[in-house]
């Protein structure tokens, strides 16, 4: 089966997954991707390599309206999106919800289709490791991805999440005017979010030659949102695969 996912700027198609669960959403892009989910799951036949381009929304297969909202939220994210008191969690809601599974180099390489990236050269080399998950296309005791979650002294919490799009048979289509940024020369979305009780959220999203990539930060009280957008551009330049 093949699911789509619109998380952020990127929409997915993804194998191996129940689409008639996944969008409960009564807006129209969450109709949109529930139905083309459902759609997919009855083509049946061989999956697909994992394949990625970027595409704009003209071209988009959707409704008009569907590509309205989508405009409309593009637009929105432009800047630093401001939320309510309590949008974003507080540090100990963060730290209570995350794993704390910790698993070795030659573990991970039994797990994961490649070897997880490398991240001694970022500031996330001497960070304190919380805990891991994997993520992306799950199969047994292996997976497609890995969720790395840190401790960032004076910032806050940081997921770094990557997964193998090759490896899941994921079709990745990347809205191209959601695109506001670059990593390493390659089309990159970031997304800013203040609530009202002064906390952060800095998301940046990327895709390489065979894995997507995803960073994010959860900021401490009053911490700056254009500092943290700055330095997780920074651990991104640093990752290696």
């Known amino acids: 089966m093949r699911f789509l996912l619109l998380c952020g700027a990127i929409v997915v198609i993804a194998v191996n997954a129940p689409a008639s669960t996944r969008f409960e959403d009564p807006d129209p892009v969450g109709q949109w991707l529930r139905q083309r989910g459902m759609q997919a799951t009855t083509q049946g036949g061989t999956p697909p390599a994992g394949s990625y381009r970027v595409v ?13 909202q989508l405009r409309a939220d593009i637009e929105r994210s432009k800047g630093v999106v401001r939320v309510a008191e ?6 100990a809601e963060v730290l209570a919800a995350l794993p704390r599974t910790q698993r070795s180099a030659s573990e991970l390489r039994q797990r994961l289709p490649q070897p997880p990236s490398r991240l001694e050269g970022s500031l996330l080399g001497p960070a304190e490791l919380i805990g891991m998950e994997p993520s992306g296309r799950l199969d047994g005791g292996t997976s497609s991805g890995l969720s790395r979650f840190y401790r960032l002294e004076g910032v806050g919490i940081v997921e770094f999440r990557e997964n193998s799009f090759l490896a899941a048979g994921m079709q990745i289509e990347v809205i191209a005017e959601a695109q506001n940024t670059l990593v390493n020369g390659k089309p990159a979305y970031l997304g800013r979010t203040v609530d009202g009780d002064g906390r952060t959220r800095v998301e940046l999203a990327w895709t390489g030659g065979s894995k997507t990539y995803s960073l994010v930060v959860t900021g401490e009280p009053g911490s700056d949102v254009e500092r943290n957008a700055r330095m997780l551009h920074d651990i991104a330049a640093a990752i290696v695969d």
């Open 86 to 91: 309590g949008g974003i969690p507080t540090q």
């Open 56 to 68: 704009g929304l003209a071209e988009l297969d959707a409704p008009e309206e569907v590509k309205q």
